[in-house]
């Protein structure tokens, strides 16, 4: 019964692949949004979509690619990873920008 | 390029009321604060937020100053479970009419037993 829910939790990949993370939304929320959390443990907004349209692009790599196939779903394609790309992503949701976030339980992402 | 200054760490005592400050002395009149928290390995947490009324809810109480420069976020009874990174956050425009979160560094609030 999780609000926002990310798939996979963990995944390890090599330099060079590409790979895709899943974030769902059971909120019925017009908002989404894609963070990224480094080592040094900033959280930096990459991302946000409302009802299917990107409003908010944070200068992120054109490696990046957010696709919404609904107002429920914003996955991330991520193309030709790099070793700087190993994080934790957090996917979210709001009912607007005036309202809090409900956050996912993160994707750790490491490259190798 | 976050809005606010926040201490890096503060122990509180379980049970005890945990005040946590943070500036935001370039806020702009229309701009709200928001606090959130992350409990380790977890996502952030909606806590509360405010334009210039003080602002209660169950989980926490928000007090901000007049002039809008700083507040506190106080959790009235501290538990174990309290322990996180609170951030502070002032919600600013992403041009046009969006607004976005930007996460500073936060404030480590370690509740002992």
């Known amino acids: 019964d999780t609000a926002v829910s990310q798939t996979p939790k963990y995944l390890v990949t090599q330099m060079g692949n590409d790979k895709s993370i899943k974030c769902e939304q059971n909120l019925g929320h017009d908002t989404m949004y894609w963070y990224k959390q480094d080592s040094k443990k900033f959280l930096k907004i990459m991302f946000s979509?409302?009802?299917?349209?990107?409003?908010i692009n944070e200068t992120v790599p054109n490696r990046f690619s957010p696709k919404s196939p609904d107002k429920a779903h914003l996955n991330l394609h991520i193309n030709s990873l790099e070793l700087g790309d190993s994080a934790v992503y957090f996917c979210?949701?709001?009912?607007?920008?005036?309202?809090?976030?409900?956050f996912g339980s993160g994707t750790r992402l490491t490259v190798v | 390029d976050a809005k606010t200054t926040q201490p890096p760490s503060m122990d509180c005592a379980e049970g005890r009321a945990a005040n946590l400050p943070c500036n935001h002395s370039?806020?702009?009149?229309?701009?709200?604060v928001y606090w959130y928290r992350q409990i380790h390995s977890q996502g952030p947490q909606y806590i509360i937020h405010?334009?210039?009324n003080n602002e209660t809810n169950e989980m926490a109480s928000l007090i901000i100053t007049e002039d809008r420069k700083s507040s506190t976020l106080i959790l009235p009874h501290a538990t174990l479970r309290d322990t996180a990174v609170y951030y502070c956050i002032v919600r600013v425009l992403s041009g046009g009419s969006n607004y976005k979160l930007t996460f500073g560094k936060g404030t480590l609030l370690t509740v002992n037993p």
């Open positions: 979509y409302n009802n299917k349209e990107l409003i």
């Open positions: 370039t806020i702009s009149g229309n701009e709200y």
């Open positions: 405010g334009l210039k």
């Open positions: 979210a949701s709001s009912r607007g920008d005036y309202y809090g976030y409900t």
